[in-house]
């Protein structure tokens, strides 16, 4: 069984950062890439950033300059480094794993952004 698991939302205030991580459970080289997405309250899951097998990055432009992808190929681990972070950052972020067996999701992690 595929696991998936974020870590490293807060309560964070507005200007502030965060790092989350997202940890997969399955050999990297089934990994075809890993993407983080979020939710705001009342809203609908939206992507925020995907990072292929090759290295390839792309971001929402919602979040272009702020947050930075990344991955810790021995560790299985991805990176989320989020700055500058608003109110409008606050939700829900998910991470995904795209892989040869399917595409597997985490619970998600909260993060929370004060003004």
């Known amino acids: 069984q595929v696991q998936v698991v974020e870590s490293g939302g807060s309560l964070v205030q507005a200007g502030g950062s965060l790092r989350l991580s997202c940890a997969a459970s399955?050999?990297?080289?089934?990994?075809?890439?890993m993407g983080w997405y979020r939710q705001a309250p009342g809203k609908q899951r939206e992507w925020v950033a995907v990072i292929s097998s090759r290295g390839t990055i792309d971001y929402a432009d919602a979040v272009k300059g702020r947050f930075t992808i990344s991955r810790d190929y021995p560790k299985n681990t991805m990176y989320l480094q989020m700055n500058s972070l608003s109110p409008e950052d606050t939700g829900v972020y998910y991470c995904?794993?795209?892989?040869?067996?399917?595409?597997?999701w985490g619970q998600g992690t909260q993060v929370t952004v004060s003004s």
């Open positions: 995904n794993a795209v892989t040869t067996y399917g595409t597997y």
């Open positions: 399955v050999s990297i080289f089934s990994i075809n890439a």
